[in-house]
């Protein structure tokens, strides 16, 4: 493990607020979060001629609410509680959308069809539409039009989430007025995936952020002073430094410096547990810290992210500026711009919607030009614990100690390396996110590699997919999909692998599954098992890299052997490089098969247990226990 649990403490980004300005209408809570763009025609894989697009349906005629202008401000902050939030929806959502699809999946056997589809994005246009109305809330006309008119725009304001979440077309009429006609024509997508990933039930909280207000943050790096004794002993040492021309990190490294403090806080009376930290020790490094804080010699705090839009124009200029000079990377200079933003899909996009403060962000693109910088595109480290970052830290710096440029240089362990490769990437135009492993903080990023779309788990260094969980940017309700980790609600990195190489085979096939997830949790049990069973059969032929698909369908098996075809057909796909087809092959084993009870004969069981052998991922000691279930009751 590189540092204690470190990765059940991933630090969060700041929230910031959508208000409706106009006639006092209430806003809505959204999240400093992440864009994405969609457009580029990729050619599908050669793998699988069978798999097709569902094609659109009839553009649904909207008579029951009259939408006027709309003035929704980012930034301003209004009362929890005001926001239009897909929660307020009826209760029985799920009794909704069975009472709508139910019919056409008796007719038409499970098929996953264009009328199937087409009742879908009706059902939840209707949803949202009647939720701004409940609300008195309005969008543009011509906004409400531009969305009918095109598809996949349509599928992401209406059916992106379950349930529906009407903020998100708030958002995007918000963007789309300010960033005017050609901006939102050339960065569609982008502006799509920043509605998606800001809306009311965001992407981008943490319990201890849910409460800060637009523009602040709560920043681990510089320790809070809690009370007036600590207050008092910190100017203290403030004055000590100031009168006597000592810097910290030499105070932080002199015990004799540090007895001459002592004596200097005692005189003042200082309180004595306090004077007792006075020793090379990260406590007294904190303290230190915020001695330096009130000298001036460091801010007291990082620079605020910028807006959504300042920060939606900033990687739109980047991406359109030719730089003076690149990097070499392996022997060459890498190509810029690093992602296709302006014809990438909307979902492989939201993660630069995390926004990094415009000064770090400047500083970051002015390095990765100047061809005198030594280390123009850093990526990781240095790896120092807390004790031997200290004295770094302690240096004078116009930065904050969380800032970019400060972090890569004091170093720390693996939340912060990971963060800063991060910020890295999304202030350069690359989507990447959070990650973790057990005792590791990564990340995972996307990249456009010979005509493809792929996600890389990056510094892994505790395993692989099947120990690696992301941030996960649709930010699915709890329980809504198979294989999420708990604490943060966070997705088995088979999701944003399966992200990647789902969209080569097309964004409305992919988006197609998540329909289909929500349609199959909302039949009865005893449908799931027969008609909720073929149509998930059947979307698998659209697209296969939506995990939740698979692992639903496994659930189903009703015994092991049936659960090895299954498997079975996992493994027969063609490997990829990224873990994708290894990782949920082991899930598919393990729910279609381990969940289960082991046959009752013993040459059955020998048989399976032989299979298992060959499956990714599955250990001799799962075996041994699922072979102690023989005997048990079916």
Known sequence: MCCRACWQSRIGLNREVLRCTANGHPGI???????????????????????????????????????????????????????????????????????????LLQKDDGQLTPELRTTYLDWATNIVLAQLRQHHQTVPEDCLAEVQADSDLRTAMYCSVFPPDPSILQNYAYLRAELGTAFVEKYRSLVIAFAVVRRVQNAETTED??????????????????????RSFISGIADFMKANQVSASDLYQDQALQEQLATFLGKRNADPSLIAEIKQSVPFGERLKNAMVLLGQRPAARESPPDTVTWLRYLASIYEATPSS??????????????????????????????????????????????????????????????KAMPYELEPSRWFWSAWPDQIYHGGECIPISEATVELYCSLGKPAGYAGQPG???????????????????????????????????????????????????????????????????????????????????????????????????????????????????QLMPDAVQGMGLVQTVMNEPPDDTGYWKTVEEFVARYSILDQNAPQTEPELKQICAFLNTVSGIKPKDIESYSEKVGEKQ
């Not at 952020?209 to 600590?230: C, N, Q, R, Y």
């Not at 690149?326 to 926004?355: D, Y």
């Not at 980790?485 to 969209?503: H, T, V």
């Open 29 to 103: 809570w959204v999240d400093r979060g992440l864009p994405e763009p969609y457009g580029m025609a990729v050619k599908p894989t050669q793998r699988r001629s069978c798999r097709r697009s569902i094609a659109p349906g009839p553009v649904l005629s909207i008579g029951f609410i009259s939408l006027a202008t709309a003035a929704f401000v980012f930034g301003q902050p209004v009362t929890a509680g005001t926001a239009i939030d897909s929660a307020t929806a009826p209760k029985d959502i799920n009794e909704s959308l069975y009472a709508t699809m139910e019919p």
């Open 209 to 230: 952020l849910e409460v800060v207000p637009a523009g602040l943050s709560k920043d681990s790096t510089l320790k809070p002073i809690k009370t007036e004794e600590e």
């Open 326 to 387: 690149t990097p070499v990377l392996k022997g060459e200079p890498m190509s810029w711009p690093l992602f296709p933003i302006a014809q990438a899909q909307w979902p492989l996009l939201m993660p630069l919607a995390r926004p990094v403060p415009l000064g770090e962000a400047r500083y970051i693109w002015e390095r990765f030009q100047d061809a005198n910088s030594p280390d123009r595109f850093h990526t990781y480290g240095p790896f120092r614990s807390a004790a």
């Open 440 to 554: 590791h903080a990564n990340l995972i990023s996307y990249e456009f590699v010979h005509g493809s779309w792929r996600a890389k788990i990056e510094q892994a260094f505790a395993g692989g997919p099947d120990v690696t969980y992301a941030k996960w940017y649709f930010n699915d309700k709890r329980g809504a999909n198979l294989r999420f980790r708990q604490l943060y609600n966070w997705a088995g990195a088979e999701y944003p692998l399966g992200l990647a190489l789902g969209m080569n085979d097309g964004l409305q096939s992919y988006m197609d599954t998540r329909m289909v997830a929500n349609i199959f949790n909302a039949l009865p049990p005893e449908e799931q098992r027969t008609i909720g069973k073929r149509m998930l059969q059947h979307c698998l032929e659209a697209n296969p890299y939506n995990p939740d698909i698979w692992y639903r369908l496994a």
